[in-house]
Structure formats: C-alpha cells, structure tokens
C-alpha cells in the first residue's frame, strides 16, 4: 500500500532539528512506524529481530550503531534502551539522531531517567478526515484562530456516508476498506486488547472477557463524563459480570498505556458566575471504529440509534479536533458547569487563544448550540481571559457558513489543519 502522507510529518522535522532524540507515541497500528520509516536512515525493530534480548546483555550500545536518524522501533520491548539512547545523544551532541517508536508506554517501575534536553514527545494518533480525504481542509483551525468568517459551500456529506466511515474508522491499514471487511479488522483489535495486549502491557493476567465488558461499557458511554463507579453500575447491569472500582481503575490505567483510552480534560477558566466546574474527563477510545466494534454494531444499527450515532459522532469530530489543534500548537478541552451549560470543545494555544466549538450531526440542532457558545462568552470572565478568537459548530450533514450573528458553522468535510 503506497504510505500516505501524515499531518504530524513538520512536527517530527521540527523536533528533529530542535532534540537528539524523538518519541513518537500512539496505539498500535496508528501508522508510528510507517511515518518514521520516511524519515528513517536505518531501522531496528525490536520486538521482530530475534538477536536483540541477546545483545542486550552483551553489547547493548552495538544496537544504536547505524546511519541516522536511526529507528528504534516497539523500543518499550528492551525499556533499558532509553537509557543507552540518553548517553548516546548526550556523547554524540548531535540533533536527530534516534526516532524511538512504541505502541505502549514503559512500566512506572521501569523508571526512565529525564530525558530533559534530550528527547522531544510526538503524540500520533489514527488518521483524521483531511488525512483520509474525506474533508477538503478549505476550513482550516489556524483560520479560526486568525478570526475570519467562512466564506466556503461545500456539497452536503450524507448521513449514510459518515455512518459507513465511523465504522470504517481512520486505521491507516483499513484505507479503501469497505465497512464489512473493516468491521472484520477492528473486531479483532478489540479481540486482540482483550486476549493479548491487557495482560502483556505489565505482565499481570488480566480476564479477556472482563476487558470486553469494560471496553463496551465505554463504548456505549463514549464522550461522556462518565465516572467509574457508573461504569461498573453500567458494566452490572448491562453485562450480567461484575467489575469492582479497584479492578476498573487498573483496566482503565493498562487501556490508557496501551493508549487505546484518551482523555479529553475540562477546561476550568474564570467564570461570572457561581456555577461549579465539572473537571472529570470526557471519555474516548482512541478511534472512534473501537466503540463500534466493542459493541459488535454495525451501519443499519447505527442508523437506527441517531442519538447514539451523535456522540459516536462527536467523539470523530474531537479525534480530528486533536490531530489539527496539535499542528497549531493547541489542545482541546471540554466545558461543563452546574448550571448545565456546555461545550462540547474548546480549543486553547499554549499562549492562550482559544475557539469554542459545539459539534452535532445534523443541522437540527444548530440553533440551540449557537445559543449554548452565546451564553459561554457570557460566563467566561474576559476580564482574566481574552475573548474566543471564533465560536464554531461542527456539523455532519449540511454546508459550511458563517451566520449573521458570527458564528461559524462548518462541516466536518471541509474542516483542516
């Protein structure tokens, strides 16, 4: 399959020229490797080449020998790497020497010394629709935060279209897959979290059976606050199974280093009012194909249960939010308060800027959300922040605009980097 090209690509050249080394992280099959490969001199994969355990133990440095930036690929296999690694770039004081790849984060136990000075962190996540083709990206997020209306009609996106590519989802190996065959392919990456990856990630039995109960209980949970003591409530009820909150909160620490589970954290600014902030984190699987799989539905089921198609729905458009907002040096965050005012994403630059988005699949809900980004300016005190650079709507179906009271309405097919 011809490698196709990755938003996190000037990131990687970027923080190539500034470290000796680069991490890249993200769930298995995300695409570290292949990406890497094109920026690569010489590779060394090390959960594949069998002599690595036993030169390990007799001449671990042999390994980093080789034209660079050298690849060091499944690194977290051998973690006393990353201490090899350390000393080389500290001896060589060179930029760009290793590229360090894994689909799993290291054991707390296997303490890595600070790598401060030394290595950069490049998170990579599965493909986002502008990667995919399925948006034009004539609506950029760096054009949101510059403050400029839209002036762009794209061709409508059908609902059935974006059901098949929820499904589809954005693994790099499922491109011009149709729906049954990726239904096929992402079964068996649950499959395979559930019966392997669990109990491999720090050598503790973890039962498969269970995994799959919690892995469908935020599945049907998906871009919710959901707090663990309803997903076990959930998982009781729903499952016939029983998973105590101590056995949830390890599951959900092995799924979060096996980076299958991604946080999405609250945003908490100064308010006029004396409304309470919720600070739990919204809930996503890394791609928005894992819930569908968990839950073993498929297109006729989705389109069946639109209410539950929109939060599979927003949890796509904040995946993409995420890959476009790290281009732009900025993270994405979510408002929630007890006055049960929200908003579903706030997109805020490390300097401070930020853009508000509310995200719905069709277009029937578009005024209540306008009105919900109306009333957030008029509780964040812009007195302690400066005021949205752009208040925005991701849609599914329908155009791209910018109505007369500013707010910009954009669908998801023309929304870029």
Same mark, same amino acid.
């Given at each position: 399959?011809?490698?196709?090209?990755?938003?996190? !690509?000037?990131?990687?050249?970027?923080?190539?020229?500034?470290?000796?080394?680069?991490?890249?992280?993200?769930?298995?099959?995300?695409?570290?490797? !292949?990406?890497?490969?094109?920026?690569?001199?010489?590779?060394? %994969?090390? @959960?594949?080449?069998?002599?690595?355990? !036993?030169?390990?133990?007799?001449?671990?440095?042999?390994?980093?020998?080789?034209?660079?930036?050298?690849?060091?690929?499944?690194?977290?296999?051998?973690?006393?790497?990353?201490? =090899?690694?350390?000393? !080389?770039?500290?001896?060589?004081?060179?930029?760009?020497?290793?590229?360090?790849?894994? $689909? *799993?984060?290291?054991?707390?136990?296997?303490?890595?010394?600070?790598?401060?000075?030394?290595?950069?962190?490049?998170?990579?996540?599965?493909?986002?629709?502008?990667?995919?083709? =399925? $948006?034009?990206?004539?609506? $950029?997020?760096?054009?949101?935060? +510059?403050?400029?209306?839209?002036?762009?009609?794209?061709?409508?996106?059908?609902?059935?279209?974006?059901?098949?590519?929820?499904?589809?989802?954005?693994?790099? *190996?499922?491109?011009?897959?149709?729906?049954?065959?990726?239904?096929?392919? #992402?079964?068996?990456?649950?499959?395979?979290?559930?019966?392997?990856?669990?109990?491999?990630?720090?050598? /503790?039995?973890?039962?498969?059976?269970?995994?799959?109960?919690?892995?469908?209980?935020? *599945?049907?949970?998906?871009?919710?606050?959901?707090?663990?003591?309803?997903?076990?409530? +959930?998982?009781?009820?729903?499952?016939?199974?029983?998973?105590?909150?101590?056995?949830?909160?390890?599951? /959900?620490?092995?799924?979060?280093?096996?980076?299958?589970?991604?946080?999405?954290?609250?945003?908490?600014?100064?308010?006029?009012?004396?409304?309470? &902030?919720?600070?739990?984190?919204?809930?996503?699987?890394?791609?928005?194909?894992?819930?569908?799989?968990?839950?073993?539905?498929?297109? #006729?089921?989705?389109?069946? +249960?639109?209410?539950?198609?929109?939060?599979?729905?927003?949890?796509?458009?904040?995946?993409?939010?995420?890959?476009?907002?790290?281009?732009?040096?900025? %993270?994405?965050?979510?408002?929630?308060?007890?006055?049960?005012?929200?908003?579903?994403? /706030?997109?805020?630059? =490390?300097?401070?800027?930020?853009?508000?988005?509310?995200?719905?699949?069709?277009?029937?809900?578009?005024?209540?959300?306008?009105?919900?980004?109306?009333?957030?300016?008029?509780?964040? @005190? &812009?007195?302690?922040?400066?005021?949205?650079?752009?208040?925005?709507?991701?849609?599914?179906?329908?155009?791209?605009?910018?109505?007369? +009271?500013?707010?910009?309405?954009?669908? &998801?097919?023309?929304?870029?980097?």
């Amino acid at each position: 399959m011809k490698y196709r090209n990755r938003l996190i !690509e000037n990131e990687l050249i970027r923080k190539l020229n500034a470290s000796g080394a680069v991490l890249i992280k993200g769930a298995k099959s995300c695409g570290k490797t !292949e990406t890497a490969k094109q920026f690569a001199a010489s590779i060394l %994969e090390v @959960d594949q080449d069998e002599n690595v355990p !036993e030169i390990m133990k007799i001449a671990p440095k042999r390994l980093l020998l080789g034209a660079t930036p050298r690849l060091i690929d499944e690194w977290q296999e051998q973690p006393k790497l990353w201490q =090899y690694i350390r000393h !080389e770039v500290d001896d060589r004081q060179m930029k760009g020497q290793f590229i360090l790849t894994g $689909s *799993a984060n290291p054991e707390e136990t296997a303490k890595m010394h600070s790598g401060a000075g030394r290595f950069t962190t490049l998170l990579m996540h599965t493909m986002s629709w502008q990667e995919l083709g =399925y $948006s034009s990206g004539k609506i $950029s997020l760096k054009h949101l935060f +510059d403050g400029n209306k839209i002036d762009v009609a794209d061709s409508p996106v059908d609902l059935e279209f974006i059901v098949e590519k929820i499904i589809i989802g954005g693994f790099p *190996a499922l491109l011009g897959a149709k729906t049954e065959q990726a239904i096929d392919v #992402n079964r068996a990456y649950i499959n395979l979290i559930s019966e392997v990856d669990m109990s491999r990630v720090s050598d /503790i039995k973890r039962s498969p059976d269970k995994v799959k109960s919690l892995l469908r209980s935020l *599945a049907r949970n998906i871009a919710t606050t959901v707090e663990n003591t309803t997903l076990s409530a +959930d998982i009781n009820e729903k499952e016939n199974s029983v998973l105590s909150r101590p056995t949830i909160i390890d599951y /959900i620490d092995a799924l979060k280093r096996l980076m299958i589970l991604e946080d999405q954290p609250a945003w908490n600014p100064h308010i006029r009012s004396s409304s309470s &902030l919720r600070k739990s984190p919204k809930r996503h699987l890394t791609d928005v194909s894992l819930a569908v799989a968990a839950l073993g539905a498929n297109k #006729n089921s989705l389109l069946n +249960d639109l209410k539950y198609t929109g939060f599979l729905f927003e949890s796509l458009a904040t995946h993409d939010l995420r890959i476009y907002a790290q281009a732009n040096d900025a %993270e994405v965050f979510y408002y929630h308060d007890s006055s049960g005012l929200e908003a579903d994403a /706030i997109v805020q630059k =490390y300097s401070g800027e930020w853009c508000a988005f509310e995200i719905k699949l069709g277009v029937g809900q578009i005024e209540e959300a306008a009105q919900n980004l109306t009333k957030l300016v008029e509780t964040v @005190d &812009l007195s302690k922040i400066s005021p949205p650079k752009s208040l925005n709507i991701i849609i599914g179906t329908g155009i791209s605009y910018t109505r007369a +009271d500013g707010i910009n309405v954009i669908s &998801l097919g023309s929304l870029g980097v």
